[in-house]
């Protein structure tokens, strides 16, 4: 049976009458009422108070009725990806309201019980939006930005964690509740960038922690990789978009087979997350008078509107989290992996398509094909520098490499690894 995935819905398994034809697809009114909201009337196709007349030439309908449901889409400017071999459809929402704003784009993400958040629901108050995922590193940071949450939370202010994983609570439970804090090696406080002060305070999470399992915040925000941080004020602005949430590239010096790192990275990875924590707190405190807070116009310049690719890309993921929770991993790996391609800079999509196999879920990715795209990084930078005054950069340190990345022992004097 074909199956629809249209905007934020459900999978929604169409009738036997659906008929597929290449790149158009006919569904019957009572199909694409019940699966988009769409109905067809004498005035044309219509939802809510919208309503789009049929084209004089007749193309959308067919002789039995049925309304050629690509063609409309592809008249609204809607994304679409097709995987034929799977019968499945996915359209996406129509590409203008992509475009940049100030405004926080909205959102609904469960927590690992289920229950349902929104963006919404702290309206009033400021908001420090993080993200991470089990595949990364940064999965160990929930229990040390619970130490800044603990400091800041009476000054009318929230946190919200959000994991992008595909696998949902399996894959984060552990990390959002964790066992023994006091068992993590030195080696993953040095990469991170913590402080002994915060390191050695770190706690179970009591800040609303969700999980996007479709990576939705990828498309919405602009997200390029985990871990990345947005701060929004009481209005539900945009002060600071997304960026590295006070990391860089210097974790790139690691020696891969024992996660160790010179003390000169270690220390600039300190700096940076300090300096970054230490700006958060100045908005907390000051609000619009910090110097950390960027102006609206300067907020909308640093987005970029949502390319083409990626559109399709949220599509192929959201086929990708169909696929494996209806047990088809290697579908999932293929539409996640279609996701990477078409917009390679999104390091999450490529990390997660590596962590889908049962014996793998939850797990840190350190296989032997993220350690290549590291080195295939050359002199360009996993994370962008954050534009944020004091910030260490990395640029400089990557260009004298001779090519290399930063996860290249040979260039950087560390300990050699295994192939």
Not at 100 to 112: E, G, K, M, R, Y
Not at 121 to 137: A, I
Request: aromatic fraction near 8%; hydrophobic fraction near 35%; charged fraction near 25%.
């Amino acid at each position: 049976m074909t199956k629809l995935i249209y905007e934020r819905g459900a999978a929604y398994e169409l009738g036997t009458s659906t008929r597929e034809d290449h790149e158009h697809l006919w569904v019957t009114p009572p199909d694409l009422r019940a699966a988009t909201g769409w109905e067809l009337k004498p005035q044309g196709l219509c939802r809510g108070d919208a309503c789009v007349p049929l084209p004089s030439g007749g193309n959308w309908t067919d002789d039995q009725g049925r309304i050629d449901l690509a063609a409309f889409a592809q008249h609204e400017g809607r994304p679409m990806v097709r995987d034929a071999a799977r019968g499945i459809w996915a359209f996406g929402p129509a590409a203008q309201a992509s475009l940049p704003s100030v405004q926080a784009p909205n959102f609904t993400f469960p927590d690992i019980d289920g229950k349902p958040h929104s963006l919404s629901d702290y309206r009033g108050r400021k908001v420090f939006l993080y993200t991470w995922g089990s595949y990364c590193g940064c999965s160990f940071d929930p229990p040390v930005w619970e130490t800044v949450y603990g400091e800041l939370k009476d000054m009318n202010f929230e946190m919200i964690s959000i994991a992008l994983d595909t696998a949902g609570a399996a894959a984060v439970q552990s990390r959002i509740r964790p066992q023994a804090l006091d068992q993590l090696p030195q080696e993953i406080q040095r990469l991170r960038g913590w402080s002994d002060d915060r390191w050695s305070a770190k706690q179970a999470p009591s800040h609303p922690c969700l999980i996007d399992e479709e990576h939705e915040l990828s498309t919405t925000y602009g997200m390029s990789n985990v871990p990345m941080a947005v701060w929004i004020d009481e209005q539900g602005r945009m002060v600071r978009p997304p960026e590295p949430a006070g990391v860089s590239d210097h974790f790139r010096s690691m020696d891969p087979d024992s996660f160790k790192i010179p003390d000169t990275h270690a220390n600039s990875l300190v700096e940076n997350r300090e300096r970054y924590v230490g700006a958060l707190k100045d908005w907390v405190a000051k609000g619009d008078e910090s110097s950390y807070a960027l102006s609206p116009e300067e907020v909308v310049r640093r987005l970029q509107p949502r390319r083409p690719e990626e559109l399709k890309a949220a599509l192929h993921v959201r086929i990708g989290h169909y696929l494996f929770e209806s047990g088809d991993i290697a579908g999932a790996k293929e539409h996640v992996q279609s996701a990477s391609e078409l917009c390679p800079e999104k390091w999450n999509f490529r990390r997660q398509a590596m962590v889908l196999d049962p014996d793998v879920v939850g797990a840190l990715n350190v296989s032997p094909g993220y350690w290549k795209a590291m080195d295939d990084l050359g002199k360009n930078t996993f994370y962008p520098d954050i534009d944020m005054p004091g910030m260490t950069g990395t640029k400089d340190w990557l260009d004298d490499t001779s090519g290399h990345s930063g996860t290249s022992a040979a260039a950087l004097g560390t300990s050699p690894r295994n192939a």
